[in-house]
Each structure stands twice: as C-alpha cells, then as structure tokens.
C-alpha cells in the first residue's frame, strides 16, 4: 500500500458542520404524544473506492494527464471513461464491444454550456469559491468531461464562460484523486507559449486578484467612518454573547486590514473573538478595500460583503481567502438567531 496523502488543516467533516448538542420537546400530531428528541453522532466516515475509474484519477495524480476511452470497431470516443463497452454498437447491432481504455485526451476543449457560477459553497468545497460548474469537451469525445472552472483576471463574474468557449485543462500542484485536481481556465488567459503545453500546473499561470489599491478618501466618507467604526466595533461585541457566532470564527485566526474613504482599522480574528484596532495593521493576513464606509454599516445589518465584492464596491488582495470573507457574512445571522431564542426564553 502506498503512502497516505494528506492536507494539513483539511477535514472530511469541517467543524462548522459538526452539531452542537441540543435536545427538543416534540408533540406528534397524531397521538399528541409528548417526545424528547437529542441530537446524537453516528460516523460513516469510510475508504470510498474509485473503481474502474481509479486508472482516470492515476493518471492525473501521476502523470498530469486526461484519459478516455474508445472503441475499436465505431472509433466512438468518451471522456470521461464512465462505461467499459460501447453504446454506439450496442444500439446497431446489440453487440457488446469492449472499450479501448488509457486513450490520453488533448487538454485545450470548448466549454459545452454556460457554467453557472458559485460564490456560497458548502464546506467542503469553500476554498476554492468562487468557482464555475461546468462540462468541457475534449478532442472527439461524445461525453462532457465536469470540472470545475476558474478565470485568472480575479473574481469570477458572468460572460466570461459561456457555450463554446475554449479552455484550457490545468492540474493544481498537490494531487490527491478527487475531481478537483484539475480544473479549466480560459484559454486566452493562458500564455500563448503554455497553450500547447500537456500537464500545465496551477503555480505556472499568473493569477491576479481584485485591485486593492487605496481607496479615494472623501469629506463624506471621513463624516460616516466614525459611525461605521462604532457599528462595526458594537456587531462584533457581540459574539462572545453567541455560540453561533463563536462556532462561525472558531478554530480561524486572521490579521484582516479593512480600508475605506474615510480611515483604515483592523479586525483581528483569534480564539473565537474579533478585536478591532484602530490604524495600521501590521503584516495583515488579509486587505478588505471598502470604499465607502456605509457599506460596513450594511454588513453589520445583514448585508452580503460577498455580494459587495461581487459587484465591485469591495476587494480584497487574496481571492483564495474567500472563506474567511464567507464566515464573517454568516456572523450576522448567527447573532440574531441567538438573540431571537434568548428573547422567546
């Protein structure tokens, strides 16, 4: 058997997804039985097999390559290698022709469909949001190969996908066997000299972030920074009175050096509190650019700072950070849940 492959930090079962424990009174409508109902742990964690795809996922881990397969009577290609014999025949003339396997697919294709775009992704896929769904052909195939989509120019907006579009098939450095080993970007994005390149990794392409540089400093964003520095210091005042909160920021440490048009202050995310300071952060771990501060006072009301970069009235200097952008927009709805069940008590 060979090595086990890790990721340090990365979990089958984030923490955000484990349950608190919590009990209920229920009253069914049938017999009016009273009933307490728990909420209990039950693991099934397991080695889940690749199968007869497993020579697919090999292939990428190893030699940075997309396999298909082919028959040898109708030359029908498929990528991905999903079935072991022919349909093509199979509907002619019933008969039931082995497909050629290990057949190395070309890695520039077209994007069969507009991809929709996910900014809000479920914890085990939030490090790499914002991404695109879609499904890329390759050479001859007859099949769509899914993969995931990424743009190089910074965050990921509508139009830059769209049916037809050419792509290019790159590996991320470390390679585990799961789908997201590989990915498509435009191929206008890449290089003229790599276009050609087989097995292009990740670390090979310039990827640029949102531009973050200073924001224009304003009178009337000067006049609204201290009622947002005010509002922002109260919201997150409010965490160490929400376990939601808490469970939101636990386990995540961050340096964040939010800029506006009206000042600069830093929110410090440590052992499930965020501190605000005012001025300069030293050595940030994130840059949060929103220009005018009244946006900050939306976000402490329920507004969206994803939604907000989206759009283009924020930035920040690490897209590949996201996560951390998406764990402060849930902090809003933790806090007044908490607030609404303290209040009915």
């Known amino acids: 058997m060979e090595k086990v492959m890790r990721r340090p930090g990365d979990y089958v079962i984030p923490h955000e997804a484990i349950p608190e424990v919590m009990s209920r009174i229920t009253v069914f409508p049938e017999d009016k039985f009273v009933c307490v109902e728990r909420t209990?742990?039950?693991?099934?964690?397991?080695?889940?097999?690749?199968?007869?795809?497993?020579?697919?996922?090999?292939?990428?881990?190893?030699?940075?390559?997309?396999?298909?397969?082919?028959?040898?009577?109708?030359?029908?290609?498929?990528?991905?290698?999903?079935?072991?014999?022919?349909?093509?025949?199979?509907?002619?003339?019933s008969s039931l022709v082995s497909l050629e396997t290990g057949i190395e697919m070309p890695q520039v294709g077209y994007m069969l469909g507009t991809p929709p775009i996910t900014v809000f992704a479920n914890a085990r896929f939030a490090r790499y949001a914002p991404f695109g769904r879609g499904r890329v052909i390759l050479g001859e195939s007859q099949s769509a190969l899914p993969i995931q989509v990424f743009t190089t120019t910074g965050f990921l907006k509508p139009g830059i996908f769209k049916a037809g579009t050419k792509v290019k098939i790159v590996f991320r450095k470390v390679r585990m066997g799961f789908s997201t080993d590989y990915f498509a970007v435009p191929l206008d994005e890449v290089p003229e000299k790599l276009r050609d390149k087989k097995g292009l990794e990740e670390t090979a392409l310039k990827w640029k972030s949102m531009e973050v540089g200073d924001p224009q400093v304003t009178d009337a964003f000067k006049k609204q920074f201290p009622k947002a520095l005010q509002a922002v210091t109260r919201f997150v005042g409010a965490i160490p009175k929400s376990p939601r909160a808490q469970r939101d920021v636990a386990n995540?440490?961050?340096?964040?050096?939010?800029?506006?048009?009206?000042?600069?202050?830093?929110?410090?995310?440590?052992?499930?509190?965020?501190?605000?300071?005012?001025?300069?952060?030293?050595?940030?771990?994130?840059?949060?650019?929103?220009?005018?501060?009244?946006?900050?006072?939306?976000?402490?009301?329920?507004?969206?700072?994803v939604n907000l970069?989206?759009?283009?009235?924020?930035?920040?200097?690490?897209?590949?950070?996201?996560?951390?952008?998406?764990?402060?927009?849930?902090?809003?709805?933790?806090?007044?849940r908490d607030a609404e069940e303290r209040g009915k008590k």
């Open 252 to 305: 995540w440490t961050r340096k964040i050096q939010v800029k506006t048009g009206g000042g600069k202050f830093g929110l410090l995310l440590d052992k499930q509190r965020i501190k605000v300071v005012r001025g300069k952060v030293p050595r940030p771990d994130l840059v949060l650019v929103v220009e005018d501060p009244t946006h900050l006072i939306g976000w402490t009301n329920g507004d969206s700072l």
């Open 309 to 336: 970069i989206r759009i283009g009235g924020a930035g920040i200097n690490n897209l590949q950070d996201m996560e951390t952008v998406f764990k402060l927009d849930r902090l809003h709805r933790s806090i007044r």
């Open 40 to 93: 209990e742990p039950m693991f099934t964690t397991y080695w889940a097999s690749a199968g007869e795809l497993s020579p697919f996922f090999l292939a990428v881990m190893k030699e940075k390559k997309i396999l298909g397969a082919r028959c040898p009577k109708c030359k029908m290609v498929i990528c991905p290698p999903y079935m072991t014999r022919c349909p093509v025949c199979q509907n002619d003339d």
